[in-house]
């Protein structure tokens, strides 16, 4: 196969990638139903995707967020998908996840749970658990 033919196949699979990829969300993404959050799982099924469960009456939710939103701009370059949950909102979701304590930050992968973190951590210890939680699940 000549190379003119071969840069073509290339170019032509490169672009059947890129319209069949979906973008990644430029922020952290607020779920605003049920089926918003079926959405993410199954629109990200090959990325790991972060959810942060809280309350606007918590605390330590309150305190966590900075890190969260920061840690999404760090990640974002790895394929992670940040998402924060409202269990007053979502409560269906977070019983399903058997959630009990906020807050508390499950992370997904292709459907399933692949971590659970409760409570808060300080922004460089999330990073790390992240970091873990990337390299156990990368093919």
Known sequence: MSQDKELELIRRKKMIE???TKQLPDSVVNISSVDHFN???NDYIDNIIIVDFWAAWCGPCKAFAPAFEALQKEFKSKGVIFAKLNVDDLGQIAQQF???GIPTTLFIKNKKLVHRQV??????QFASIIDTVIKKNTK
């Open 119 to 124: 409570g808060m951590a300080p922004k460089a």
């Open 39 to 41: 959405e993410i799982v």
């Open 18 to 20: 890129m319209m069949t």
């Open 98 to 100: 058997q959630v009990s």
